[in-house]
């Protein structure tokens, strides 16, 4: 439960709730009293004048039977911005009767939550009609709903395409799609005024549904900054369409690509479009992409020219001590302009920690570097310490494995820390 201006309320199982800590404003000056209200029914003390922010119901037994009162309380409260219903079994019922309270002109709901409610294609005729009439509603989350399907996520896109639709955000994780909803994706993309971030990680898309979305990604119209594609089925074939939308874009900053086999030949092609002078991405994730020392070179080019990558992960790949020093090059280099680098798991030892030192002694942007490298050895962290220590060195934060540090090299970071006091240094057990 948080208290301040308003409250959030983080309940658990509605059954073992016996009151809850309202707030009600009792002058112009902003002035508050406390006032514990019993809980017959819980939604009854939702009064208009409760100042009640973020509402947080998840897991709390909650069936479609409650979901007349909530509906009711949407559209009578109009502080009530943020909710959170997720792992309740609302289904298409509870829907139903939640959507006629999100539709009500008196409706001010910012961002609604709904992991894992069992809702299925069915759901999403009305929420499509919310979409196309809510004049506030900026964020939904339907990720893990098992049951949405192609024909759920077509309903969605026509509320999408509304001109009055406001939604910003959009969460459908392990909704499990097909690349058959990618057109509908695709058209509501090139339409949208408003959509900036889209999730669609885990829903097995492919390169063919991959490719149907960069026909709305390209489009002139396309307003969207984010998009999660991770672990969606992705090879080296969907690749270059990715790199076209880089390097023409004029919205798309972060890139989301983890748990998918690119492989080295995937990651060349997407450097292209990397590299183009009119890419504006910021934030690109690599992670568990089968990349080899093979890439490196294209990455490193990569990190000497684009001027708006700042965040690079690319943990868990074998790029090993050839690898990282090819990177080290491109961090060197005076054009660089990274400042996040994730480099867990990449399978490299202390021999190329001297060229990492360098690059840290170097380089006038990099803030945070996550290493966590169960092969480097404590001579590795050593070297690592003599770059820290330059004065040149600008990093700020630095992630270690527990396997990495002993009583001598603690020593060592602590002298980093000691000249430098502003440093983070994490160490992570069991890494």
């Not at 149907?212 to 690749?239: D, F, M, V, Y």
């Not at 170097?362 to 690592?384: A, Y």
């Amino acid at each position: 439960m948080c208290q301040g201006r308003g409250i959030c309320l983080q309940l658990t199982p509605l059954q073992e709730v016996q009151h809850v800590l309202l707030f009600y404003p009792v002058s112009s000056a902003g002035h508050y009293i406390q006032v514990y209200f019993i809980m017959a029914p819980f939604c009854s003390s939702l009064h208009p004048l409760v100042i009640l922010l973020p509402l947080r119901l998840k897991a709390c037994k909650l069936s479609a039977a409650c979901c007349g009162e909530l509906s009711s309380a949407l559209s009578n409260n109009q502080l009530l911005t943020d909710l959170d219903l997720s792992d309740n079994q609302l289904r298409a019922m509870g829907m139903q009767l939640l959507c006629e309270g999100l539709k009500q002109p008196n409706c001010k709901l910012q961002r609604l939550v709904l992991r894992f409610c069992g809702l299925t294609g069915t759901c999403c005729g009305d929420l499509s009609t919310v979409l196309s009439t809510s004049p506030s509603l900026t964020e939904l989350d339907l990720s893990y709903n098992f049951s949405l399907g192609d024909v759920g996520v077509q309903l969605l896109c026509e509320g999408l395409k509304h001109p009055n639709c406001k939604l910003q955000i959009l969460g459908m994780e392990w909704c499990r799609l097909s690349a058959v909803c990618c057109g509908f994706l695709s058209s509501a993309l090139s339409t949208s005024q408003a959509l900036a971030e889209l999730n669609l990680w885990g829903t097995k898309l492919g390169d063919s549904g991959v490719q149907l979305l960069c026909e709305g990604l390209r489009h002139p119209n396309c307003k969207l900054q984010k998009i999660l594609l991770g672990s969606c089925s992705l090879t080296a074939a969907c690749c270059g369409d990715l790199s076209t939308i880089l390097s023409t874009s004029q919205s798309l900053t972060e890139l989301e690509l983890t748990d998918n086999k690119l492989g080295d030949s995937g990651v060349q092609l997407l450097c292209e479009g990397l590299k183009h002078p009119d890419c504006k991405l910021q934030k690109l994730v690599l992670g568990y992409c089968d990349l080899t020392v093979a890439c490196c070179g294209d990455l490193s080019s990569v990190l000497s020219t684009s001027q708006t990558l700042t965040e690079l992960g690319i943990r868990w790949n074998n790029l090993g001590d050839s690898g990282m020093q090819l990177l080290c090059e491109g961090l060197k280099h005076p054009n660089c302009k990274l400042q996040k680098l994730q480099l867990m798991g990449c399978h490299f030892t202390a021999a190329c920690c001297g060229d990492l030192a360098s690059a840290l002694s170097t380089n006038q942007t990099l803030t945070e570097l996550i290493l966590g490298e169960k092969t480097m050895d404590n001579s590795g962290v050593k070297q690592l310490c003599e770059g820290l220590k330059h004065p040149n060195c600008k990093l700020q934060k630095l992630g270690l494995s527990s396997v990495n540090v002993n009583e001598e090299t603690q020593r060592e970071l602590d002298a980093v820390k000691k000249g430098k006091p502003d440093m983070v240094v994490h160490i992570w057990k069991n890494w």
